[in-house]
């Protein structure tokens, strides 16, 4: 089975940094994608993981660590615009081509 | 922007009717899928397709049907509708199995 856990909420200041972590156990493992979804519309591409190691662009970052299943997202000097679900998603491949997207994070940057 | 386009954007409809959801891309990609997306439950698979007339079920398959006869358009279908069926429905495409989604602007269905 698939299990992708992530805090259901947090809420940080605008400027500050803060880091939403991903959990994951799943049946074979081929890529984390993070994606953003402001309320009301689609999710969008942030990230794609597939080695352990930080991926730094722009104010965004992700870690992942594959023996830990774990994954975090960094963003920093955060903006009002950031408030938003942020959504953790696992490629398990084996030739199923499905991704498994954790229930998400709602992230409220406060002035 | 990737182009994608569902239809319709909202519908209302009753208990036990059929209803069929478009999802429209230019982009030529192969992969096509259906998800929904529930409070407390996050985005679910419902069907994908990796080409024209191959389709395969996700997770919440049951009640649900699709259609690819062109490379361009994914159809769902629910051939009988239940109130448990109202959700938020996205379509996503991409260009490999295993490369980022681009989704859709959703489909607001109500099943009354």
């Known amino acids: 089975g698939q299990n992708i856990d992530q805090p259901t909420e947090m809420t940080a200041t605008e400027g500050a940094i803060v880091q939403i972590n991903c959990t994951y156990q799943?049946?074979?493992?081929?890529?984390l994608f993070w994606y953003q979804q402001h309320a009301g519309e689609a999710p969008t591409f942030l990230s794609y993981?597939?080695?352990?190691g930080l991926e730094e662009k722009g104010r965004f970052s992700s870690f992942l660590s594959r023996s830990k299943g774990y994954s975090y997202l960094l963003l920093k000097e955060l903006q009002m615009k950031d408030s938003a679900s942020y959504l953790c998603?696992?490629?398990?491949?084996?030739?199923?081509?499905?991704?498994?997207f954790g229930k998400g994070t709602k992230l409220s940057v406060i002035p | 922007d990737a182009g994608i386009t569902q239809s319709p954007r909202h519908k209302v409809t009753e208990t036990g009717t059929p209803v069929t959801l478009r999802c429209h891309q230019t982009?030529?990609?192969?992969?096509m899928y259906w998800y929904r997306q529930d409070p407390g439950h996050g985005l679910r698979l419902i069907h994908y397709?990796?080409?024209?007339?191959?389709?395969d079920k996700g997770e919440v398959s049951d009640g649900y049907s699709v259609s690819r006869s062109k490379t361009e358009d994914f159809l769902l279908t629910l051939e009988s509708a239940t109130s448990s069926q109202t959700s938020v429905y996205f379509c996503?495409?991409?260009?490999?199995?295993?490369?980022?989604?681009?989704f859709g602007s959703g489909t607001q269905l109500s099943v009354l």
């Open positions: 996503a495409i991409s260009a490999s199995g295993d490369e980022k989604l681009f």
């Open positions: 799943t049946s074979g493992f081929n890529g």
């Open positions: 993981n597939v080695l352990d």
């Open positions: 998603a696992v490629y398990s491949g084996a030739g199923s081509y499905q991704l498994t």
């Open positions: 982009e030529n990609h192969r992969y």
């Open positions: 397709s990796y080409g024209v007339k191959d389709t």
